[in-house]
């Protein structure tokens, strides 16, 4: 019985999945109802508490009073415990809400609200398993809400949850954009707001801990044992270590996939686990192709293709854009950029051909490794993100 109403709970899921601007809606509903429970339900009934939100709210209220934005003050005295960002977000709190507890803290049950929209925008957009999980969005979003110490920091007016929403949001903003090596475009917008959280990070918190920690124990920073770095490269948990300390390095990327970097490389890629390797001592695995190698790999899929039991369009379509990648290729000096893209829409027409048309995933799963070669040649760093497609 449990297991047939799960069944129809994530069928009910993917029916929805396919109607855009339903899902839209009840994902943006789903974001709210939570965040009005975890943050917002009864956000200014309790009067400030403890001894550091109050130093803020007053530091804050004297912004006004003053009219001073830059410096902030407490009692007449400058206070420079922390930047700014969170005096001029619980300001403009006060002249939206007047001085209350509510404005003190809606700043704070803001910042993790974002946080949780952020996080669920990653899991539903990157595959995380073979299989896409509709459940997995939206109770991560709910396991990141309910978590006791978000609650407790998202319902109090001072600095700690800010920080750590922008820091948080950061890394799951360079996560997107290193995840989409495909779609310059986009990376460079993920990579840009990374930039600026890291900046308001700096503002609400900003560098002392980290320049004080360096000033009172320099070793914490300098004495790095490469003994310690050596046990790390050969975790057979995924860890992955770069730079010059050398050894098997082991990295964990796309969808169930695993590539070992290193002097001896091996690289399991595809839904199926199909196996390449390759041993090379100081050079990528991109420099042991040619420019014969990857028109003959261009070859080899466009003939796939023409093979396929596809929709006549669909396999029209992929057709043209290898044989527009082949021909960008195949020059005396090749065209990368263009052909780069070419491929980027056979692996995204693929990739989408895949969840529709069951011919579709074997020719997905079989092309794969194929399009993870030529992309990396074309110069794609980490070129097995096209599996996380």
């Avoid at 600095?159 to 929403?165: E, M, Q, W, Y």
């Avoid at 954009?177 to 310059?184: D, E, H, I, R, V």
């Avoid at 399991?268 to 199909?274: I, R, S």
């Avoid at 051909?353 to 992309?375: D, F, L, N, R």
């Amino acid at each position: 019985m449990k297991l047939s109403f799960t069944r129809t709970i994530e069928q009910w899921l993917i029916n929805t999945g396919k109607r855009p601007f339903l899902a839209w809606t009840l994902s943006v509903m789903w974001l709210l109802v939570i965040a009005w429970v975890a943050f917002f339900w009864h956000l200014g009934s309790i009067g400030l508490v403890d001894e550091t939100e109050p130093l803020f709210a007053e530091a804050s209220r004297q912004m006004i009073v003053i009219g001073d934005w830059i410096t902030p003050y407490f009692n007449g005295e400058t206070r420079f415990d922390k930047p700014i960002l969170i005096y001029w977000c619980q300001a403009l709190a006060y002249l939206i809400f007047g001085v209350n507890e509510l404005a003190v803290r809606i700043p704070s049950a803001l910042a993790a609200l974002g946080l949780i929209c952020l996080l669920f925008w990653t899991l539903q957009s990157v595959q995380i398993t073979p299989q896409r999980q509709p459940l997995t969005a939206p109770l991560g979003a709910a396991i990141m809400a309910f978590n006791p110490e978000t609650i407790v920091w998202a319902r109090t007016g001072v600095s700690d949850i800010l920080l750590t929403s922008c820091m948080a949001s950061a890394l799951l903003c360079f996560f997107l954009g290193y995840a989409q090596p495909l779609k310059p475009v986009v990376q460079a917008r993920w990579f840009l707001a990374c930039y600026v959280l890291i900046a308001l990070a700096v503002l609400t918190k900003s560098l002392e801990t980290m320049v004080m920690t360096a000033l009172e124990r320099p070793s914490f920073y300098s004495n790095i044992q490469v003994e310690e770095v050596s046990a790390m490269t050969n975790n057979p948990g995924g860890f992955s270590i770069g730079g010059s300390v050398g050894g098997n390095v082991n990295n964990v990327q796309g969808d169930g996939n695993r590539a070992v970097q290193g002097d001896n490389n091996q690289a399991v890629l595809g839904d199926g686990n199909q196996v390449t390797q390759q041993n090379q001592v100081g050079a990528d695995a991109s420099e042991s192709l040619s420019k014969e190698d990857v028109v003959k790999l261009l070859a080899q899929l466009e003939t796939l293709i023409k093979g396929a039991e596809l929709p006549a369009d669909t396999k029209e379509e992929i057709v043209e854009d290898l044989s527009a990648a082949k021909k960008a290729t195949d020059k005396e000096e090749p065209n990368k950029q263009r052909a780069l893209d070419r491929l980027t829409g056979v692996a995204e027409t693929l990739e989408k051909t895949s969840k529709s048309v069951e011919a579709g995933q074997k020719i997905w799963t079989t092309a794969k490794p194929i399009i993870v070669k030529i992309a990396t040649w074309l110069g794609v760093a980490a070129g097995s993100h096209l599996l996380g497609l």
